[in-house]
């Protein structure tokens, strides 16, 4: 690391400078002692295997599940002979359907012997599993499912019985498209997978299960499409995945910080999109989506920062639209980040570069202001996050109170009391305007928040210190890496065969190519020559 | 990256911004910290010393004053846009922005100057010394444009600025609408240090309001220097044979009566371009221009019938004759005056550099006597929107 080495030349100079190097290696190397906190592991009683006796497992149980209300231990005669226990949890599991296939066909006489096998035959339920730890029986009735157990035997079986409230399929709020499917993800993991299967029906898609989170026991879901997915990315998503030892995961943005490259950087690693569609399109590409159950999104990775800029519509629309506005896009992306510091430079030190007509009008309206031009615009830059934030978080008919309040602090009032000049206030509202244009509300408030450093080292500097921002966060930008795919690519570095979903948005039929990730590549997703050849003529030869 | 490699790199992190911030903003000027110069006048005073002249858009609503400072006062007053003349004499052209400065509560910033007018009596005695500091000060806008008035450049300063905002924007808008000369302080540095020493620069004159008009600054041909000192000038007509000359003409309108017919027609220039081809031949030395020009007719008040292709030929001829006839006017004037402005000197040194070498010294002797011959090429493109003209029947 080239500062560091910088730093210890610094340091190791003179003998005066001793004192100091002591302070200093006492600062860099006063490492807190790390907090012992015992090793998340698993109870060790839960590793215990079911005993023959069912007494010793109701035991077990009402030890497990001491004080839980919820949790139903039930105990009936299989046959008029033969102890058993059902185990669910009350309000998770589908209670009708319990009694009717479970419960009813079981309390009748059975002739057969009394066995695990032979009681299977009896119970008309599709979905059977094993159990035999009293791990076992945990997840299983965690997740809703009965758990049977019965004298005499070791093992107990759990019917896929599960069903609780969950809300239903709605259109996502914060990608609404003006063509396309409206149909968004919700919080139920199972429903979720079932959106992107009925997508991609082939049995390549593959949904790997997980669970994260000591005591939210969080179900994930993994899916990829086999033979398009670089098995190293998949291998690399699991293990990043598995190292998690927290003890809850209560929604995908605890996942994506815990998995994400670098954990400093303002900018996303991970998209997360609550559209099926968008997820499905970048499975066709070869991402790996992560489903967290209780969040209505996914988190696709890898991704790029293009990736980010682009938005479901651009697919919707004819091409040239969607090229058009996707160049738009980039263009305001740029005036997100530095409308306001680049108004700054031009007003506090490069007054000649601005025409003369406009530079003698903006003479004449920051006449009033009393502040410096970095002070008003950071006043104004303010005001208006604070009512960006107040309004994003009220219900729908008060948020309008707050616009229109806003409108008028931001537009009228301020300038009128002469806190800033009608060019500044110009300046923030194309920069706000150019904010929300960001297709992701994540890239769109790193700019946000990223436009406040630049507008110090435009006010400190002007152009200059506007300039060596701008190489700072794209020397960020260029070394930042999601999960092993370069941030810029494919402009950086150039993958020229890429380029055909960036510069623009070319039509279906050239789209041969997939984007290439990492490692392995199946590069091609179409047969060539997919462009529409209709035979002219009046259609009679 | 572990945690000692991450701490010494926050710890000179934390270093290099507060050296940002030691840096602080000395460079910073607030716009309304500025005294906006739009337009700028170098004079001569009694005692033989550069005084500055300048044009201050006023920003400030309560600064309509006009405060009397330095003897000068304000301009239009009352409207929305207002601007204030301050002047100072010094030893030099910096030494009076200097003393000027010490007039101004605002810091003078030159980066909007616009126009720079510089009074007869200076021009006479040479611009050179005011040149050297507008060429070498960064801030002046090279871009401005440049003029010589007939008695005070301050005085052309105060005249109001109707029409435009600024006196300044009137001038500039003049020049560039192209009927006059449109020479920008780039350009006249240049002539002045190109190979003949001679310059052209737009004369000014204040043409006095009628009624109650206020009075207006206006381009009355030109002033030629020679060596940085004004040795003349040259009429409106002529200034056009200049222009055309110096391939400089965009905006034209040529008026003739056509030999045997009565009426006038009139023309409007299209597209033209000049090229100069210089010939030594032993001790001769001559120049060919080359222009080639195309022309609509806009009005027709003779009897030609402008359908009758011979007509038109015969209009073609006669209308290269009257811009040869201008072209010849402004040679004899400059020949005269012994003043090449119309770059002869460079595309002789371009073309024979070092024949040019030989002869550089004696090119006073050689201009005057130069031999210039005009090859014309005229072509009338579009005779109009109607035939025969509809106001002469047969």
């Known amino acids: 690391m080239k500062t560091g080495l910088f730093g210890l030349v610094i340091f190791d100079r003179g003998i005066a400078m001793g004192n100091m190097k002591k302070r200093l290696n006492r600062l860099l190397h006063s490492d807190r002692q790390k907090p012992s906190i015992a090793a998340p592991g698993k109870d060790p009683q839960t590793e215990i295997h079911l005993s023959e006796d069912l007494n010793e497992n109701l035991k077990l149980l009402q030890t497990v599940y001491a004080d839980c209300s919820d949790v139903i231990l039930h105990q009936f005669l299989i046959g008029e002979q033969t102890k058993a226990l059902l185990a669910y949890i009350d309000g998770l599991t589908n209670l009708e359907e319990a009694d009717q296939h479970v419960l009813a066909p079981l309390q009748q006489n059975i002739d057969a012997e009394h066995t695990l096998p032979n009681i299977r035959k009896k119970v008309a339920v599709s979905s ?386 997939r984007p290439h990730l990492t490692g392995e590549w199946n590069q091609y997703r179409q047969a060539p020559g997919q462009q529409p050849h209709p035979p002219k003529g009046n259609g009679e030869g | 990256m572990d945690t000692t490699k991450r701490k010494t790199v926050l710890l000179l992190l934390f270093f290099s911004i507060h050296s940002l911030l030691l840096a602080g903003c000395w460079d910073r000027t607030e716009v309304n910290d500025l005294a906006i110069i739009t337009a700028a006048g170098i004079d001569l005073t009694e005692d033989r010393y550069p005084e500055l002249s300048v044009n201050i858009y006023v920003t400030s609503q309560s600064g309509t004053g006009g405060q009397q400072i330095g003897g000068m006062s304000d301009s239009s007053g009352g409207g929305a846009n207002v601007s204030v003349v301050r002047s100072a004499p010094g030893l030099t052209l910096a030494d009076a922005t200097s003393k000027l400065q010490r007039m101004l509560p605002r810091k003078v910033f030159w980066g909007h100057d616009e126009v720079f007018i510089f009074g007869e009596r200076l021009a006479k005695q040479g611009i050179g010394e005011p040149i050297e500091f507008l060429t070498r000060h960064p801030a002046p806008r090279e871009r401005g444009n440049v003029f010589v008035s007939k008695g005070l450049a301050k005085d052309v300063l105060m005249l109001p600025p109707s029409i435009e905002r600024t006196i300044a924007d009137k001038l500039r808008e003049v020049a560039k609408s192209q009927t006059g000369l449109n020479i920008t302080l780039k350009e006249l540095a240049q002539m002045m240090a190109g190979k003949s020493k001679a310059a052209i620069v737009p004369w000014l004159e204040i043409q006095p309001g009628f009624k109650n008009q206020t009075p207006f600054p206006f381009i009355m041909g030109s002033a030629v220097l020679k060596n940085g000192k004004m040795v003349g000038r040259i009429n409106e007509y002529a200034t056009r044979g200049v222009m055309w000359l110096r391939n400089e003409i965009n905006l034209a309108t040529i008026t003739f009566s056509p030999k045997n017919t009565q009426g006038y027609v009139s023309f409007e220039l299209k597209k033209s371009s000049t090229a100069l081809v210089p010939h030594i031949d032993g001790d001769n030395w001559s120049i060919t221009a080359r222009i080639e020009t195309l022309n609509d007719i806009v009005e027709n008040t003779t009897d030609l019938n402008l359908m009758e292709p011979n007509n038109v030929k015969e209009l073609e001829t006669e209308l290269g004759n009257d811009i040869e006839h201008r072209m010849k006017l402004a040679l004899t004037k400059a020949q005269n005056m012994n003043a090449d402005i119309f770059g002869f000197a460079d595309a002789f040194y371009r073309k024979y550099p070092k024949a040019w070498k030989r002869a550089q010294d004696r090119w006073d002797e050689i201009f005057p006597k130069l031999k210039v011959k005009l090859e014309t090429r005229t072509v009338i493109s579009r005779p109009g929107m109607t035939g025969k003209s509809i106001i002469k029947p047969e």
């Open chain 1, 128 to 513: 059977i599993k094993d159990v035999r730890t009293v791990a076992d029986i945990i997840a299983e009735v965690s997740g809703g499912n009965p758990v049977l157990l019965m004298d005499g035997q070791n093992q107990g079986l759990a019917f896929a019985l599960s069903k609780f409230e969950k809300r239903g399929i709605e259109e996502p709020i914060s990608e609404s498209v003006l063509r396309g499917p409206r149909e968004g993800f919700v919080e139920t993991l199972r429903i979720n997978t079932s959106m992107l299967r009925r997508k991609l029906r082939s049995p390549n898609l593959k949904i790997k299960p997980m669970n994260i989170g000591i005591y939210s026991r969080t179900p994930i879901a993994i899916a990829y499409i086999e033979g398009i997915a670089d098995p190293g990315l998949i291998q690399e998503v699991t293990s990043r995945l598995q190292r998690i030892e927290v003890d809850g995961i209560l929604g995908s943005a605890a996942v994506e910080e815990l998995i994400e490259d670098n954990p400093y950087s303002p900018f996303p690693q991970l998209l997360s999109t609550e559209r099926p569609d968008v997820a499905s399109a970048y499975l066709l590409e070869g991402h790996v989506v992560v489903l967290v159950d209780g969040t209505p999104s996914a988190l696709i990775a890898p991704v790029t920062i293009v990736s980010l800029l682009q938005s479901p519509d651009d697919y919707s629309e004819r091409y040239f639209v969607g090229s058009a506005i996707r160049w738009l896009r980039y263009i305001f992306l740029f005036i997100s980040l530095l409308g306001p510091s680049f108004y700054v430079a031009a007003v506090t030190f490069h007054q000649e570069m601005l025409p003369t007509a406009l530079l003698l009008t903006m003479a004449k309206s920051r006449e009033q202001v009393p502040f410096p031009a970095l002070i008003e615009a950071l006043i104004m830059e303010t005001v208006f996050e604070a009512l960006r934030e107040a309004g994003a978080r009220l219900p729908k008919q008060i948020g309008q109170a707050v616009s229109i309040v806003g409108a008028l602090v931001i537009g009228q009032a301020a300038i009128a009391a002469g806190i800033a000049s009608s060019p500044m206030v110009l300046a923030v509202a194309v920069t706000g305007v150019a904010s929300f244009m960001a297709p992701r509300f994540t890239v769109g408030i790193a700019m946000r928040l990223l436009r406040y450093p630049m507008m110090f080292l435009a006010g400190f500097l002007g152009l200059l210190g506007l300039i060596l921002g701008v190489i700072v966060i794209l020397y960020h930008l260029l070394t930042l890496r999601s999960f092993g795919v370069p941030y810029m690519s494919p402009l950086a570095p150039l993958k020229r065969n890429d380029l055909k979903d960036v510069l623009w948005r070319a039509p279906r039929w050239k789209m041969n190519t």
